[in-house]
Structures are given as C-alpha cells and as structure tokens.
C-alpha cells in the first residue's frame, strides 16, 4: 500500500509530493499539494469564490430587456424554491421547508425588486451587478438591525440573490471571473463550474480540496495545464490578485516569487516548450511498436472546443467524447437539434477519424439542477448514467436520435456507460433500433454508427464474454473501474493512501477484458485515467489492448514509448 502514491504520480506523468504546510521564505509563500498535470505556469492568480466574482458591472444598450431579463430569471428562481419547498415538505416536514417560502416572500419583496430594477434602468447597468449590489446593500442593512431574526435574514437575501445570479449567469453562458489568463485558485471546483469557466483564460488550477480523479483534475488534464488539488493555501488577499507560479511537476504553488524563482521556473518553462516540440516531430507516425504491434491512440475531451488540442495532438480518433458536459454546461435539456449541430461539429472536424460519444453520464459528482434528482445517500451507487436513460426514456431518446442523425456525416460511435447486465444492453439496443425506426419512418437521415460499451464496474469486468457477443467494442473505464473494485469512492481524497491504481484485481480485469474482447472478435480500448500511464503503457500493449484514449497532452508521450518498445521483448523478460 506504501507503493499506492509512488504509483499514482506515474499516471500524471509527474511528481507527487506529500502535503505539508506551507513554508516561508522571505516575502514568497510556498504551499504543496497533489499534482494532477506537470508544466509551469506563471501568471496572476484569480481567487474563485462561488457565485462572487462571476459579476462585472457591464454597461447595456437596452435597459428594458435587461428587467425583462432579470424577471425571467426571478420567475425560474421561484420555481425552483417552489419546488425545494415541495420536496422538503415531504422529506423533512413543515416547519423545515418553511425557509423556502421565507426566500419565495423575500424575492417577491417590492423593496428588492425595487432596487434592482431602478438600478438597471437609472445606471444602464447588467442585472447580475444591480442584483449583487442590491444583496449587499440589503444584506449590509440586515446585518445592522437589533433583532436577532431580522439580522438572520442578511444570510437570505444572499441566498436568493446568489440563486438569481447563477440563473442569469448560466443563461448567458457566462461565469468568465478573469479577463486576463490567470491562474484559477479556490476550494474545490464542481463540474458544474469548471465548465463555466472560459477555458482560454485559465492557465492553471489550484484547489484546497479535491482528488486526483476528480472531473475538475480530468479537466485540466485535457486542456494540458498544470493543476494542484489538495493544497492548503488561504482563499483571500494574500493570495489574490498576486503574482504566482504553478509548479505541476514538483506539485508546489510560490506565490510573490522572489527573482531567483521566477527567472529558474521560467528557464524550466523554456525547456518544456523544447521537449513539446521535440515530440511534435513524431506527428504523422503510425504507433507501431518495433515488432510490428499496432495501437490506436485516441484523445478524450469533454467540449468541441477541446478539438483543437486533438488535431494540434496527432490523435487518431476521439476515443470517449464525455457528452454529459453539454448537459452540464445548460440550464435545461439540451435539444436534439442541439446536440446533433455538435456532434456533426465534431464527426466533421474528425473527417472520417473515428468519434466515439458516450451518452450521458450524468449523476455522482456530475450533478444538473433541472434533472431534479432526489437527493441520495450513496449517489456514486446511485441513480447516474444508463439508469437515468433506461429509466427517462424520452431524455435518452431525444439523445441518441440526434447521434444516429450526426453519424451520417462522419464515423460516429456510440458508447453506453455504466453498464452491469447483458439484459441492460439488450434494452439499449432495442431503443436505439426504436429510435432508427423512428427516423426512417420521418425520412430522416442518419448513419450506422458502432455501438459499444464502457467497463467500468466489476460486474461488466467479470461478465465481459457475455457482453463482447452484444456490442462492437469495449472500452475500460478505470476510473470507476478502480472505485467499484477497491471500494474507494474516488472523490475522497482522505483515501487516498489507500487507492493503488496498479492493484492487482485492476490489472487482472483490465486483462480478461482484453482477452474476452479477442475471443470474440471485437477491439478493447481503455479511457479511463490509467491509460495514460506511462509506466504502464508496455504492459497494455503486452496484454494486447487495441485502443488507449487518453488527455490530448499524454497522445505524443505514449507514441514514443510504442515506438520505441517491442512487445515480445518485453513479455519475455516480465
Ligand atoms: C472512467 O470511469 O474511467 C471514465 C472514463 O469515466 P468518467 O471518468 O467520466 O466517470
Ligand atoms: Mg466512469
């Protein structure tokens, strides 16, 4: 178990270091955490506060729309307290859901709305920043009375403030807190809100909490920037606004660096670039190994505008598009016409490359507001992925028409995720050939894509020669792989010392699914985490997996490796 952090730095192709308290020196702070990319960065730090700094004070034309626009989103603010209201009347009684009437009064208040829509109309300002103004003043004004229960009610009006901002904020699309590219620090990061951040201005992540496998790391995995979780700074102005450096390779943050670290993290900056461009010369290779062993290197990605790093990548296919962050990224379902303009965005751009898309996987950590979800006590081993499609029929129809439709314009394939039964998959294939029926009685065109399967759980590990005779291919998710196998939920990071990424019963599994995949003639790939591993890649060939998709970063790294190994060699001397 000693081994377990020693391994999981491999996967990240970086170092690892213990958390320690931060250490002094001179007027530069240093604080360690886990390093979840390598690289430098070098830039103002940006302390990210939920729902605070999304506000900026933007001047509008149209003053009239913008109450109109606050209205809107003070309506859907009601019903979603309205619906709170609901559901903790029947889950913990009268007397507790009483606080959400208290916030529907509160937002319905004349002296509230008052404020802001004069706001709005005398200044010519956005709604968010006469909204936010508007909290303060009144919490300030609460916070000031004698009366303990009207003091109380500063806290409320922040509430309902906040929830009227994330609607309008996530109406716009919007949640950018920086304007110039800055390192991004704050507590933790759900996915819900890294996927708000504008990708283009963040050139770091630093969280106090969060783990390695956590979907914000993931992130920044495939957007090839340093990142840190587990790292015990201050969210506040000794931290903001300041000068940084994000050290991914020796998991560390400086933050006011003195001349000699900055002018050292910069000549280490200055190599990196090198060594990328050093690989970029083995763009155009095919990934043989030197016995003559083939392997397809594909990318994962989470959003179309992580194609560019695919094609910048060399990457032979997109081989888990995680599609639920298209859900994430919205304040309700996205349409079918929605979804198929992306998915034929991305097919197009691939050219004929193929694109494997995974239908939802929301639930877990994965969390969206309008799928209201019961609350639940285990939702790792909850309600998430393929239960929620064969369970909302209509949600994962409207899904898998717009991608039988963006599959005739490229080589779409189809993965399901979460799966534990043959009788699961048998019920996704009747859908999908309902949802064909469909679109062929319509005239409506639409493609044959490949259908497969993630294995992420044990059962589908254990039974997978059931399931390789009713899908196309497999892919291994390790991530959950790993979280189900050892019983480790994989956001806890108290666990950490616990979760040995290379445990045996991963690698045997990996290896009978593998084997499973052969027998029955279909391909086996793996999209989890571990497929990056670089300490692992002569192993995943030996074991003879087809496909590693892995971060758009980690493509070019693994392709030297393939090149440069031979396969019977390897077995021979294991
Ligand atoms: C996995 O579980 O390994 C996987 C690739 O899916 P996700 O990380 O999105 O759960
Ligand atoms: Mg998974």
Known sequence: MSGARERLRNIVNMGMPQVSPFVKETDMNIYEGKSVFNGVAIGKIRVYKKGEQQVKRVKVEDAEAEITRFEEAKLKALEQLAGLYEKALREVGEANAAIFEVHQMMLEDDDYNDSIENMIRTQGINAEYAVASTADNFAQMFAAMDDDYMRER????????????????????????????SIIVADDLAPSETVQLDKDMVLSFVTVHGSLNSHTAILARTMAIPALVGTPLPLDGTVDGRLGIVDGAEGKIYIDPDEETLSRMKERQRQETERKELLQTLKGRDNVTLDGKKVMLYANIGNIKDLATVLQNDAGGIGLFRSEFIYLEKEDYPTEEEQFQIYKQVAETMAGKRVIIRTLDIGADKQCDYFQMEHEENPALGYRAIRICLTRPEVFKTQLRALFRASAYGKIAIMYPMI????????????????????????????????????????????????????????????????YTLAIDRQNTKLDEFYDAHHPAILRMISMVVENAQKAGIWAGICGELGADQSLTREFLAMGVDELSVSPGSILPIRKIVLETNVEEYKAGR
Do not use: C, H, Y
């Open 154 to 181: 500063a806290a409320d009006v922040r509430d309902i403030s906040e929830r009227v901002l994330t609607i309008l904020i996530g109406a716009d699309g919007g949640g950018t807190v920086t304007e110039e590219p």
């Open 420 to 483: 534990t039964s043959v009788r699961e998959v048998k019920r996704i294939r009747e859908i999908a050939a309902l949802v064909k029926a469909e679109l062929t009685d319509q005239g409506i065109e639409f493609g044959e894509p490949e259908q497969g399967i993630m294995i992420e759980t044990p059962a589908a590990a254990l039974i997978s020669d059931e399931l390789a005779k009713e899908v196309d291919f497999f892919s291994i998710g390790t991530n959950d792989l790993t979280q």
